[in-house]
């Protein structure tokens, strides 16, 4: 037992002992897994970066090089989604004979929306091609048709947020209504473009309408 009364402090400091030497390992190891892991966040971060670079760099590659065919191959039809019966005139003539309600209905709603949304952006692809191909319009018509592009986009996007947030039926209708309306001011302006500042083209934009 007197032995026992020796040795048991003597086990205890060494434990102790030991015990601070680990944790003095530990804390003294902190700094370094801190950069460590600073790092590897750094290098993630650059990572993604580059990624992203590459994607877009190869992104506007394709665009620049995009023929005719393969823009006009992208374009949903207005057909597809119904909005050649919202205007007999619908490509010669801004301004749709519908209300909200027949706009939503006619469309299919955020399928013909988002048929909208894509096209607005490949229009101006289209413009592009042309105007790299010997096409002169007047800088107020380009003016016109960005506008236009950029009035589609965010009414569609506020009227499918309404319509996905929303248990009324009547702010998603009515930004359908105003994304048609845009949409027929950007294709009348088109209709203006390629009919009087790129003849040659004109027969072909008419066949992906």
Same mark, same amino acid.
């Given at each position: #037992?007197?032995? *026992?009364?020796?040795?048991l402090p003597e086990l205890l400091r060494g434990f102790t002992e030991r015990a601070i030497q680990s944790r003095s390992e530990r804390f003294a190891r902190l700094p370094e897994i801190e950069? #460590?892991?600073?790092?590897?966040?750094?290098?993630?971060?650059?990572?993604? $970066?580059?990624? /992203?670079? $590459? /994607?877009?760099?190869?992104? @506007?590659?394709?665009?620049?090089?995009?023929?005719?065919?393969?823009?006009?191959?992208?374009?949903?039809?207005?057909? %597809?989604?119904?909005?050649?019966?919202?205007?007999?005139? /619908? $490509? /010669?003539?801004?301004?749709?004979?519908?209300?909200?309600?027949?706009?939503?209905?006619?469309?299919?709603?955020?399928?013909?929306?988002?048929? #909208?949304?894509?096209?607005?952006? $490949?229009?101006? @692809?289209?413009?592009?091609?042309?105007?790299?191909?010997?096409?002169?319009?007047?800088?107020?018509? *380009? %003016?016109?048709?960005?506008?236009?592009?950029? @009035?589609?986009?965010?009414?569609?996007?506020?009227?499918?947020?309404?319509? *996905?947030?929303?248990?009324? @039926?009547?702010?998603?209708?009515?930004?359908?209504?105003?994304?048609a309306m845009a949409y027929s001011s950007m294709l009348a302006h088109m209709t203006k473009l390629f009919q009087n500042h790129s003849t040659m083209l004109f027969p072909r934009f008419l066949?992906? #309408?």
């Amino acid at each position: #037992m007197r032995e *026992l009364t020796h040795v048991l402090p003597e086990l205890l400091r060494g434990f102790t002992e030991r015990a601070i030497q680990s944790r003095s390992e530990r804390f003294a190891r902190l700094p370094e897994i801190e950069d #460590m892991s600073n790092s590897f966040l750094i290098f993630f971060v650059l990572c993604t $970066l580059g990624v /992203y670079y $590459l /994607y877009w760099r190869r992104r @506007q590659h394709r665009m620049r090089a995009s023929s005719w065919e393969w823009i006009a191959s992208q374009v949903a039809s207005n057909r %597809e989604f119904n909005f050649d019966t919202l205007s007999r005139k /619908y $490509l /010669y003539e801004d301004g749709i004979d519908a209300t909200p309600e027949t706009v939503w209905e006619k469309i299919n709603g955020v399928m013909g929306l988002w048929s #909208m949304f894509r096209n607005a952006g $490949l229009f101006l @692809q289209l413009v592009d091609y042309a105007t790299e191909h010997g096409a002169e319009p007047p800088e107020e018509l *380009l %003016e016109s048709l960005r506008a236009d592009a950029v @009035q589609v986009r965010i009414a569609v996007l506020i009227s499918i947020g309404k319509y *996905l947030s929303t248990c009324s @039926q009547v702010a998603p209708r009515v930004n359908a209504y105003r994304a048609a309306m845009a949409y027929s001011s950007m294709l009348a302006h088109m209709t203006k473009l390629f009919q009087n500042h790129s003849t040659m083209l004109f027969p072909r934009f008419l066949e992906c #309408m």
